[in-house]
């Protein structure tokens, strides 16, 4: 019914920049907060940012400064530039959204993407 699909990842030298995307599908009736997650080999999954309907964000203090989160209530997007990227940035990014579908309007659901490799490496 709802997909996440994250776009963006990719090899990125350390102090470069990369721009991740995520777009929800399907039978939206509205969304709450959105955000992006980490997991790096043999580590929990984390928070990185997120941010809330009306624009209020939050981020890791790992991240704070580097990274930006936005999102485009019209397009169901949420986007996260990161600047600065450093080698232990390397992750798993996941896209994490609280969703309404049209059939139950008043009940928000976790949803998650699949997932994008972003790798800083010289």
């Given at each position: ?114 997932g994008t490799q972003v790798?800083?490496?010289?």
């Amino acid at each position: 019914q709802v997909q996440l699909v994250e776009s963006g990842g990719g090899l990125v030298q350390p102090g470069g920049s990369l721009r991740l995307s995520c777009a929800a599908s399907g039978f939206i009736f509205s969304i709450n907060n959105m955000g992006w997650y980490r997991q790096a080999p043999g580590k929990e999954r984390e928070l990185v940012a997120g941010i809330t309907r009306g624009g209020i964000a939050n981020y890791a203090d790992s991240v704070r400064g580097r990274f930006t989160i936005s999102r485009d209530n019209a397009r169901n997007a949420v986007y996260l530039q990161m600047n600065s990227l450093k080698p232990e940035d390397t992750a798993v990014y996941y896209c994490h959204a609280a969703i309404a579908v049209i059939e139950r309007p008043t009940t928000h659901d976790y949803y998650w993407g699949q997932g994008t490799q972003v790798t800083v490496s010289p």
